[in-house]
């Protein structure tokens, strides 16, 4: 697949953290299986569409919560959940999502999710 015809929205945390989130399902599809690494971070708003989020891994440096809540807000923030008030966002690494045989694009299946509940958002530069 060719990355320039992939529609994936970035964003820059503090600390230097880079977030990818997929505009459409093939998008979606796409970053979660095939862009991401094992030990990025996975996002997604629980129970209603919207985009798959990574928050790259560094090699020796884990998230912190505040980071991962930031993350979590984008992937609020790209749902169809953007104006609801505090949203549940579905948090696992990239290693624990996997594509179910013949599910239709932008379908995963995830393991040893936890849920952070964040307000809709993106970073301020």
């Known amino acids: 697949m060719d ?40 996002f997604h708003v629980r129970g209603m569409p919207g985009s798959h989020v990574i928050l790259r891994a560094k090699p020796s440096e884990d ?16 749902s169809k959940a953007r104006n609801g008030g505090i949203v549940p966002v579905t948090c ?8 179910p045989r013949g599910a239709k694009p932008g379908t995963v299946e995830i ?7 964040v307000r809709p958002g993106l970073v301020e530069d």
């Open 92 to 99: 696992t690494k990239a290693r624990y999502v996997t594509k």
């Open 3 to 42: 990355l320039t015809k992939r529609d994936i929205y970035e964003y820059e945390l503090p600390g230097g953290w880079k977030v990818l989130a997929g505009k459409s399902e093939a998008d979606n599809d796409y970053l979660s299986l095939k862009m991401a690494k094992p030990n990025d971070y996975w």
């Open 63 to 78: 998230p912190d919560r505040e980071t991962l809540k930031q993350a979590a807000a984008v992937a609020a923030f790209h």
């Open 111 to 117: 393991r040893k999710e936890s849920v952070l509940k």
